[in-house]
């Protein structure tokens, strides 16, 4: 049968069976590790001592009084956390954990056991570990709690932080408030004076200026008629510019036409009821002239008066327009005069309101910086009566104790319940841990996967842990199976029916070779066919420590030429099988092994024997092994569970091809049937099928030799498995 040409699991991803494996296969580091914690958690837990605990609730409040001082609305402010975290450290900073200290006399209780006192600094530290300060949920309420190995020690000092913290609180507040009171009367003195010096000031400068402060607002009042003076003097010169601009602007467009065209167009330019009724006579007057019929002559008396009519209106209107202009040029010059006139007056106001507010400007400065300092001086004032006041009045207490601390029956640590199941979750945690870490380390072939994976080669065996020699555990062994299928993949294997010399090949010593040989002979030799194992492992011999004969005798006085082949052969207890020792061992094997000599002997067992089975030591680092290989029909590699890296098996398998030898497929040595899932069912069908009664064999094999199976291939007789 063609070897299996094996390709990658299709999921090479870990499942819960492959984790379960690992625990199931690394339980003894598991267990270990588990039981190391826990023992040592438990011993430790017992041997800490007791701590009690015990706590004073209070309640702590901003400063605040009974009553509303005169009329000022009081202010609440809640206890918010900021609040809360600054009291916290108060309570344990050394201004409260000092006086503590001192009245309980803590440094002299706390001495230690060589009599040393240990100082105030350093009992301060010692207490505020065994300190905790924090918030009662969902309230502003601090709960003050004191560990200590005595319960009566940590009520104690509870209550005295608790105590000593509120005599803290009140004292300050009265301190506070008498500085604060010293501050305000220190700074009302200094601001009487800045007042008498700023009304002294304030009076020399209104002398100096001879300014008209009659009290209360009058100086600012003069100044404000003098703007409204000089607004009304601005008005007045604005209105009689605008209509000198008018009236010239009227007069220098008549000037700039001709009488004729002011005869027409004069009405227009300036309206005149007069002017308008003298044009039109003169227009009507030229008509008629311009109109006469020809009877008339020029001096025709009709005639003649109408030309009169004419120039009469002609001269008229000649007047009336030069009347207008004489009249234009009088009241543009009377207009410019009256417009000379407010223009003086305005700039006569400007300079009388400068000159005030130059005289009058640093007046009314002082003046303000006066009333500044009346008004700080009255609210400082005030303020001081309010304190005052404040003092006289009764006021809360900022720090109530709510629930004082008792001393506690139960201690509070250790918890040995809680620190024993700790230890154990954390031990087996730890446990866990270390054997996935040790199984990640471990690059040793772990199951059938590993093997086909990384060396590309089928698995044509699974032998199971403790196996000895078949010879003695007998042919209904179970592990008796686990040969005879791989015998029965061997004969499948075999490319040609005439390769019947094998060796058993491992990259390093103690994989099992040696026993997986010679129990791979024994179950051939069970179903009747002629083997001879020799034991070509010069350096390292076993087999006959395997069968307990001599050694004295063997391949290499063959090959020496002192033995003939029949003198070096020793027959077994069991029908058909035969053994070559190796012999006493020569300086030097390599030479034999590979002598013409050796060669020869395959050939003749070749021929002799049905099936030879070669011992060769280790091929990493031994050339023994190569020689062995490429001689023999067919190499088998056989690798041991969990022993060697991975790539130690895969340069043993390069090894093997290098020399080019027939490597058919792997063996798995060694396996735990039990612990790994992987091969679990290897084992139940081993053990099932191996304790199966002869009455069973008898009946399906139709035969009366109980341990014959029908339904493995004779030697040349191809048949399916």
Known sequence: MDAVNNQDSPDSKLHFLDYWRIIRLRKLVILTIFFLVAITVTVVTFNIPKTYESFAKISVDRDTTDLS??????????????????????????YILYPVITNL?????????????????????MLKKQLNVKQTRNTSLIEIHVYSYKPEEAAEIANKIAEVYKASRKSTRALTRKLALEKLTEDLALKEAQVRETQSNLNHIRIEAKVPDLGGDSVNQTVLLNVETLRDYEKTRSGIASDYEKWKSTLNEIKSKSMEDLMHSMATIFPDSELTTLAETYTMATHKVLANPGDY?????????????????????????????????????????????????????????????????????VKRELEEHQRIRMALAMKINLEQIENILPTDSTVTVIESAVAQL??????????????????????????????YMDTSIKTIDD??????????????????????????????????????????????????TMTVISGGPGEGKSTTLFNLATVFAQNGVRVLVVDSDLRRPSIHKI???????????????????????????????????????????????????????ISELKKRYDFVFFDSPPIIGVSDASIL???????????????????????????????????????????????DDNYYYYGGYYATYGKQDDKTDVKRNGSSKPNEKADEPRVGIKSKY
């Open 69 to 94: 001082p005169l009329d000022r609305q009081q202010v609440s402010y809640g206890a918010d956390q900021t609040f809360l975290n600054t009291e916290f450290d108060k309570i344990q900073s050394s």
């Open 297 to 365: 002559g020029i001096n025709h008396p009709e005639m003649v008066k109408m030309i009169k009519v004419r120039e009469q209106a002609l001269d008229d209107l000649q007047k009336k327009i030069k009347g207008i202009i004489g009249g234009l040029e009088s009241q543009v010059a009377s207009l410019s005069n009256r417009l000379d006139t407010a223009t003086r007056q305005v700039a006569s106001q400007v300079e009388q309101n400068n000159r005030l507010a130059q005289e009058w400007g640093q007046y009314n400065e």
């Open 105 to 125: 006399n803590l440094s002299a209780r706390w001495k230690q056991d060589s009599g040393y006192v240990p100082s105030l600094e350093m009992t301060y530290q």
């Open 629 to 675: 290989a490429s001689e023999v029909d067919m190499v088998i590699q056989v690798i041991q569970y969990r022993r060697y890296p991975q790539q130690m098996t895969i340069r043993t398998k390069q090894m093997i091809q290098k020399i080019g030898a027939n490597l058919i497929g792997l063996v798995l040595n060694n396996i735990s049937m039990s612990s």
């Open 451 to 500: 093997v086909e994976r990384a060396l590309q080669s089928p698995v044509i065996g699974v032998i199971p842990q403790n196996v000895g020699s078949l010879l003695e555990e007998g042919p209904d062994s179970p592990h008796a199976e686990a040969y005879r299928v791989l015998r029965t993949n061997i004969l499948f294997s075999r490319k040609n029916e005439g390769f019947n």
């Open 547 to 601: 069968l307990k004969i001599s050694n004295d005798v063997g391949l290499t006085n063959y090959l020496l030429k002192n033995k003939q082949l029949e003198e070096v052969i020793q027959t077994t207890s069991m029908t058909g099988l035969d053994v070559m020792p190796s012999g006493k061992l020569p300086s030097s094997s390599m030479g034999i092994l590979s002598s013409t000599k050796m060669k020869e002997l």
């Open 410 to 439: 139960f201690p509070v640590s250790p918890k040995k319940v809680l620190n024993i199941a700790l230890g154990c979750i954390v031990g087996l945690c730890i446990g866990i841990g270390a054997a996935f870490f040790i199984e």
